[in-house]
């Protein structure tokens, strides 16, 4: 069983339409959680980390159930450049140290 | 300020070769982890060093080594290479082995084993 799983996708909806991705991680030892944004053929870029509490940046907000090892993204009033790859990102403590595991993201297209 | 800096941006290989793949930190960050992305996956991470030790590995077997130098820099080594290396291979820095600092990706080196 993968230790973080995420629905591929692709969600394709249009401009201004709200979405929402969701995660599930297995490892209930897990400290950190983030949300990565990958463009085509580019390296991930942080997008915002997870806190228990929930957390809002502007149109995005994370939230993260440690009961059920869940977490999510919500993105609201989608733009053309929301556009990309959206990784879900755990940080483990295992025996030799500090694991990151990343989903394999899911995949947002934005239409006109 | 200077970004993370990986070279080569590409390289061909031919399977049972080795490859060393470098890494230039940020500047400021003393934690260096390494990742193999394939086509349509996640990154999968490889290992992490901090003050030039491996302080975290995942699952990948000892063909795939590494070195964290004192200026922070860092090699990725694959010894005895497999067609399915063939992939992205990602360098990230953080500062301060803070388990909860963000990733900062370099562009990354395309390694193609034929």
């Known amino acids: 069983r993968k230790e973080v799983e995420q629905d591929p996708g692709p969600f394709n909806v249009p401009e201004g339409a709200t979405v929402a991705f969701n995660c599930t991680y297995s490892n209930s030892a897990s400290q950190s959680f983030f949300w990565y944004r990958q463009d085509c053929r580019k390296e991930p870029k942080l997008l915002m980390s997870v806190y228990s509490s929930g957390n809002e940046d502007g149109r995005f907000t994370a939230q993260l159930n440690r009961a059920s090892q869940y977490i999510s993204l919500l993105i609201r009033d989608s733009k053309l450049s929301d556009s990309a790859t959206y990784l879900c990102?755990?940080?483990?403590?295992?025996?030799?140290?500090?694991?990151?595991?990343f989903g394999k993201g899911t995949s947002l297209l934005v239409t006109p | 300020e200077t970004g993370v800096t990986q070279s080569p941006t590409h390289l061909i290989k031919t399977r049972g070769q080795q490859v060393t793949l470098r890494c230039s930190s940020q500047s400021g960050h003393n934690t260096v982890s390494w990742y193999q992305q394939a086509l349509g996956q996640g990154p999968q991470f490889i290992f992490q060093?901090?003050?030039?030790?491996?302080?975290g590995r995942g699952n990948f077997p000892p063909r795939f080594s590494g070195l964290q130098f004192p200026n922070y820099s860092s090699e990725l080594n694959v010894n005895a290479l497999e067609l399915d290396d063939s992939a992205l291979y990602l360098c990230?820095?953080?500062?301060?082995?803070?388990?909860?600092?963000?990733?900062?990706f370099g562009n990354g080196t395309r390694l193609t084993v034929t």
């Open positions: 060093y901090y003050r030039e030790e491996e302080n």
């Open positions: 990230a820095s953080t500062p301060g082995g803070a388990r909860d600092s963000p990733l900062h």
């Open positions: 990102v755990v940080n483990e403590k295992s025996n030799s140290g500090y694991a990151l595991n």
